[in-house]
């Protein structure tokens, strides 16, 4: 994704209502739930025309709505005008979190589940998928938070629906730091990516190779070039200006992605060191090395 935050009325203490939408298979039970442990009271493919009844319903509570294509009566810009009508007449903060992934992986969830997609009937998997997307585009331009889920795990889109809209109250933001190696692809969900190719690989080195950017003996490798100190001394210059502005701007989570070749070495320990400087700030930190193999930290 590039991964944009509502608007800053997600800061303030009212109640909230969050449209859950997007491609099937992408992750809506999972945000669903994220935002249920979260808090909120959660709805799920109902039709369009109730949701003016469940929120006046529930006037004092937060609210999460699931709606996609195969809702009951589902129309993409009668969604689009519902919202834009609540947004004028409830108390609540409202957001819609659109979720989405590359039909490839889409394809593989369902067989991997054996399900069939809800609109490709006697079809192959990728004709419902891409009839979906179709019915979901006039949707595209009243998305307050877009989550490519490609290449997440579950536990990372909890992670960044509860991001957005964990808290309900005032709250730092969130600042969540990502490697990632680009031979891989770029992280969708970054709302900046920084490149460390330009530092001496410890990858050409065979003592190194096998080793990880956690590994010690990386780090002093890859701290032997004066780049490297170039690097974190100017991001975290420029970071400690920039994030209060996007803070300021109502930003409630932001995501910080590093990339080098493979995603193994360089990339990884400039994470690493990265997150020690934020650990010295004030507001919530949490990191991921998206190309390693998930080891707890």
């Known amino acids: 994704m590039t991964a944009t935050s509502p608007t800053s009325q997600t800061q303030t203490a009212a109640p909230r209502l969050v449209i859950v939408t997007g491609i099937s298979g992408a992750g809506k039970s999972v945000a669903l739930q994220a935002l249920e442990d979260a808090g909120f ?4 493919n109902i ?7 469940i929120v006046a319903a529930q006037e004092d509570r937060s609210i999460a709505v699931g709606v996609d294509a195969r809702t009951r009566d589902f129309d993409a810009k009668k969604l689009l005008g519902t919202v834009d ?3 004028q007449q409830t108390a609540k ?6 979720l989405d992934a590359d039909t490839d992986v889409l394809v593989q969830r369902y067989t991997e589940t054996r399900r069939p997609h809800p609109l490709a009937h006697e079809r192959p998997i990728s004709d419902g998928i891409e009839t979906e997307r179709r019915l979901l585009s006039p949707l595209r331009p009243g998305i307050d938070v877009l989550v490519d889920t490609s290449r997440l795990a579950p536990t990372d889109l909890k992670r960044i629906v509860q991001g957005h809209f964990g808290s309900k109250g005032l709250k730092r933001m969130q600042v969540f730091l990502m490697s990632f190696g680009f031979r891989y692809g770029l992280p969708r969900e970054a709302d900046i990516v920084l490149d460390v190719r330009f530092l001496k690989n410890p990858h050409y080195e065979a003592q190194l190779r096998s080793l990880t950017g956690r590994d010690s003996a990386v780090g002093a490798f890859i701290d032997q070039d004066p780049a490297a100190g170039l690097f974190l001394e100017h991001v975290s210059t420029l970071l400690d200006k920039l994030l209060p502005l996007y803070e300021r701007e109502g930003k ?4 910080i992605a590093i990339g080098c070749t493979g995603g193994q070495h360089r990339s990884v320990y400039m994470v690493e060191r990265l ?13 991921r090395h998206r190309d390693l193999p998930q080891i707890p930290h």
Not at 41 to 44: A, C, G, K, L
């Open 275 to 287: 997150a020690a400087w934020f650990r010295q700030r004030p507001g919530p930190i949490d990191i």
């Open 47 to 53: 039709p369009v025309a109730l949701i003016h009844a």
């Open 252 to 255: 409630s989570y932001f995501t």
């Open 41 to 44: 009271e959660t709805v799920d």
């Open 93 to 98: 903060n409202v957001a819609v979190i659109f």
């Open 85 to 87: 009508v609540l947004r």
